[in-house]
Nanobody, 121 residues
Framework: QVQLVESGGGLVQAGGSLRLSCAAS????????IAWYRRAPGKERELVAT???????NYADSVKGRFTISRDNAENTVYLQMSSLKPEDTAVYYC???????????????WGQGTQVTVSA
């Protein structure tokens, strides 16, 4: 099974930007879709964005227009470019392999360590 490792988190002021990376230990070509999730303290895990093998993307309403997910199959990496960050974006961010079908994302039961994003006011 391909392992995914998240990186790129950090501390940033509100209005700033960060780019998260999700690096795979092997090829991601055969993975139907990859998602970014986040979990804020005391909250449920939230689906943030998905990208399919052919580059179709989808976003949570809370991040539309601010975050961009992209997939580089040659580099076996998925990125999440985050701009205009808000304190409510503070969370641990995880990438996850899965499947998009019928307009829904179905995650595999695989979760890495995640990367912490902290946005100060």
């Amino acid at each position: 099974q391909v392992q995914l490792v998240e990186s790129g988190g950090g501390l940033v002021q509100a209005g700033g930007s960060l780019r998260l990376s999700c690096a795979a230990s092997g090829s991601i070509i055969d993975i139907n879709a990859i998602a970014w999730y986040r979990r804020a303290p005391g909250k449920e895990r939230e689906l943030v964005a998905t990208v399919t093998a052919i580059g179709e993307t989808n976003y949570a309403d809370s991040v539309k227009g601010r975050f961009t997910i992209s997939r580089d199959n040659a580099e076996n990496t998925v990125y999440l470019q985050m701009s205009s960050l808000k304190p409510e974006d503070t969370a641990v961010y995880y990438c996850n392999p899965g499947t998009v079908a019928g307009g829904y994302y179905y995650p595999r039961d695989y979760w890495g360590q995640g990367t912490q994003v902290t946005v100060s006011a």
